[in-house]
């Protein structure tokens, strides 16, 4: 059974920085593409950024220059850089995983919370 494990979360005030962790329980190396994604209050759920195994990076509109997705295939961690934090970035943060055989798996989530 796959496990994805999110910490890292917390409250920051504007233009602060947080990273995200997520930690997979198999090798991270044979996940295809690793996720974040973010669920606000009342909208729906979102993508924020994906990292490939060829380390191709896709970014939402909204971060691109700001967040930083990076995998530390050692570690079996895949994190979320997150710098100059909006009140806007305020979600319940989702690690994802996909295999080759296209099954996706979902972490439990981790709150961030940005204070204007």
């Known amino acids: 059974q796959v496990q994805l494990v999110e910490s890292g979360g917390g409250l920051v005030q504007t233009g602060g920085s947080l990273t995200l962790s997520c930690k997979v329980t198999i090798s991270i190396s044979s996940i295809n593409i690793m996720g974040w994604y973010r669920q606000a209050p009342g909208k729906q759920r979102e993508l924020v950024a994906t990292?490939?195994?060829?380390?191709?990076?896709n970014y939402a509109d909204s971060v691109k220059g700001r967040f930083t997705i990076s995998r530390e295939n050692a570690k079996n961690t895949v994190l979320l850089r997150m710098n100059s934090l909006k009140p806007e970035d305020t979600a319940v943060y989702y690690c994802?995983?996909?295999?080759?055989?296209?099954?996706?798996?979902w972490g439990q989530g981790t709150q961030v919370t940005v204070s204007s």
């Open positions: 994802t995983g996909t295999t080759g055989v296209g099954r996706t798996y």
């Open positions: 990292l490939t195994t060829y380390a191709r990076t």
